[in-house]
């Protein structure tokens, strides 16, 4: 083996061990954050140090005894399944007749759909709540399902329309060809080809929405009271274990939701091939 060689060789070892060096120490850096959160939320003090000097599980259950985290969970998961459900329908037909037809301004608008997540979300809150106060709307709940779902649409869009640009559209054509009419090959063909992508471009709305902040901010009623919104008016003056609680249920919940949505993902992809 000659020198330069070897000496290559070391500096590739030294360079993929400083890659791995670097990988882990972002790693932790995402991670502690996160690990500290969980198990503060089993502190026993009221103020919350870390590392806790005792655990119980007492926040837990003042945390389910308490109306305003109970209503903020049950407003974010409302939105959140709505916004999902809008978002991946909507996504899924816009991106089917980018897709298929040819249309004039196609461009255009395709840079207006992702404007959503181009623009800073405190733009899109302002300019969601001067629209709606200006047409003399109320801030209820479905103006904020209408709001994140606009925020979501773009991923869901993307996602879904990735997917049929790698479909094969002679399927279609053998299953019209064979006597099927539009809706039923809609159904039968296209339908489970894009079902994967359709639900990973939900499961990716709903966690956007449970944890949007920003333009929700904009949107704060009794009703329509999200858990981001509520865990910073909280941590704005101490952080309690009971906020720390909220935000490990927040944690489980962004983790439970993408592995589900994994499972049906590939149940769905295996039953298609």
């Given at each position: 083996m000659s020198?330069?060689k070897?000496?290559?060789?070391?500096?590739?070892?030294?360079?993929w061990?400083?890659?791995?060096?670097?990988?882990a120490?972002?790693?932790?850096?995402?991670?502690?954050p996160?690990?500290v959160?969980?198990v503060?939320s089993?502190s026993a003090?009221?103020?919350?140090?870390?590392?806790?000097?005792?655990?119980?599980?007492?926040?837990?259950?003042?945390?389910?005894?308490?109306d305003?985290?109970?209503?903020?969970?049950?407003v974010?998961?409302?939105?959140g399944?709505?916004?999902?459900?809008?978002a991946g329908?909507?996504?899924?037909?816009t991106?089917?007749?980018?897709?298929r037809?040819?249309?004039?301004?196609?461009?255009?608008l395709?840079?207006?759909?992702?404007?959503?997540?181009?623009?800073?979300?405190v733009?899109v809150?302002?300019?969601?709540?001067?629209?709606?106060?200006?047409?003399?709307?109320?801030?209820?709940?479905?103006?904020?399902?209408?709001?994140?779902?606009?925020?979501?649409?773009?991923?869901?869009?993307?996602?879904?329309?990735?997917?049929?640009y790698?479909?094969?559209?002679t399927?279609?054509?053998?299953?019209?060809?064979?006597?099927?009419?539009?809706?039923?090959?809609?159904?039968?063909?296209?339908?489970?080809?894009?079902?994967?992508?359709?639900?990973?471009?939900?499961?990716?709305s709903?966690?956007?929405?449970?944890?949007?902040?920003?333009?929700?901010?904009?949107?704060v009623?009794?009703?329509?009271?999200?858990?981001?919104?509520?865990i910073?008016?909280?941590?704005?003056?101490?952080?309690?274990?009971?906020?720390?609680?909220?935000?490990?249920?927040?944690?489980?919940?962004?983790?439970?939701?993408?592995?589900?949505?994994?499972?049906i993902?590939?149940?769905?992809?295996?039953n298609?091939?």
């Amino acid at each position: 083996m000659s020198i330069r060689k070897y000496v290559s060789d070391v500096e590739t070892n030294w360079n993929w061990h400083g890659i791995r060096l670097i990988s882990a120490l972002v790693y932790l850096t995402m991670i502690l954050p996160l690990i500290v959160v969980v198990v503060n939320s089993f502190s026993a003090q009221r103020i919350a140090t870390f590392p806790p000097r005792g655990l119980t599980l007492d926040w837990y259950v003042e945390f389910f005894r308490d109306d305003m985290f109970l209503s903020a969970v049950w407003v974010s998961t409302q939105v959140g399944i709505a916004a999902a459900i809008l978002a991946g329908a909507i996504g899924t037909l816009t991106a089917m007749g980018f897709v298929r037809k040819p249309f004039p301004m196609k461009k255009a608008l395709s840079i207006a759909l992702l404007t959503p997540m181009i623009v800073p979300p405190v733009i899109v809150g302002i300019a969601a709540t001067s629209f709606f106060a200006e047409i003399g709307l109320d801030r209820n709940i479905w103006w904020l399902i209408v709001m994140h779902t606009l925020l979501a649409l773009p991923y869901a869009f993307l996602i879904v329309r990735s997917r049929l640009y790698l479909f094969d559209e002679t399927l279609e054509d053998a299953a019209m060809t064979l006597g099927a009419d539009r809706l039923v090959t809609f159904r039968e063909i296209t339908l489970p080809q894009v079902a994967p992508a359709i639900v990973t471009a939900m499961v990716l709305s709903f966690v956007i929405s449970f944890g949007e902040f920003t333009a929700s901010q904009f949107w704060v009623q009794r009703e329509t009271t999200t858990v981001p919104v509520v865990i910073y008016s909280m941590v704005r003056t101490t952080i309690t274990p009971k906020v720390n609680v909220l935000a490990t249920l927040v944690l489980v919940i962004t983790i439970v939701v993408p592995i589900v949505g994994l499972a049906i993902q590939r149940w769905l992809t295996n039953n298609t091939n």
